[in-house]
DNA sequence: CATAAAATGATAATAATAATCATTCTCAAG
DNA sequence: CTTGAGAATGATTATTATTATCATTTTATG
């Protein structure tokens, strides 16, 4: 456990945001100046391995990280790109109930939500400043 | 309309396998040999604006097309990157389960099932040769 | 047929991520 | 403590998927 790696899982733990790699890079880099972004990726994906942050699949171009461990689904706005913990249960009958139906062996399910957040519903008629990612067109939740 | 639109969504219709941009670029080059894969790629964009085809935006890193233009879920074999579809009925009640528990304004959801599809059930030892895309390793459904 | 708008093919550009590699750090054994 | 092997770092380059540019060609329409 180097340095980096310690720094770059405290601010990964301190940050509820689902942050990119390169989020986190800057955010590293206000400890670690000197850190380069390859490290950032390479321990992201070492401790993802280990266990003690969680890699998402989610919509959109970039990974991004979560230093909260306990299983959730998300919430993504579609105009901002900002996600969100949901605190939904884990549809575990929906896995069981498919393995019936299809010839598949099912081992998960990957859910996120689309919708708009209570900052976009405010300001509609522009949306939300600090917008980080690609906006989804609404036509194409697939 | 021109040709190669034309070509792109009949090709695109008559399979099945929810294609990749250069998958479906290789199997309309068999009938354009002189097409260009920029040529692909904005008519993709472009047919499913007009929402003729459905742009699907499932785990992994490309991005994939389908002809069929039903509602569905998808399972991805998470050794060959295979996806096929589910017939399970989409699940409207869960959008607005969650709307009332949240403060977005919820539009839909992204579902997609994650297993291990029939023919690598059988060949364990070594993963199905017709392989498409990276392996999700099954610690990481999120 | 003319012609304006749209699309094409070829190519370059971008964005996110992964790989390479010489140098530096870490940590357990002495 | 020192040390030495293996792991990790920073700098850099490479790769992959996708998008943008642009001169030329095609399409649809009057």
């Known amino acids: ?61 970039q990974k991004r990280f979560d230093g909260t461990l306990s299983e959730h689904y998300h919430v993504r706005c579609f105009k901002c790109g900002r996600i969100s913990d949901v605190s939904m249960e884990t549809l575990t009958a929906l896995d069981e109930k498919l393995s019936e139906m299809c010839d598949y062996e099912i081992i998960g399910h990957r859910l996120e939500f689309i919708g708009l957040c209570p900052k976009c519903k405010k300001n509609k008629k522009h949306a939300h400043k600090t917008k980080t990612t690609t906006p989804i067109s609404p036509g194409n939740i697939s």
Do not use: C, F, W
């Open 1 to 61: 456990m180097t340095r980096q790696r310690q720094i770059i899982l405290e601010e990964l733990q301190k940050d509820y945001s689902h942050p990119t790699a390169s989020v986190v890079y800057l955010k590293v880099r206000r400890r670690l100046p000197h850190i380069s972004l390859g490290t950032v990726y390479r321990n992201l994906e070492i401790l993802s391995e280990q266990g003690l942050i969680k890699k998402l699949e989610l919509s959109g171009t």
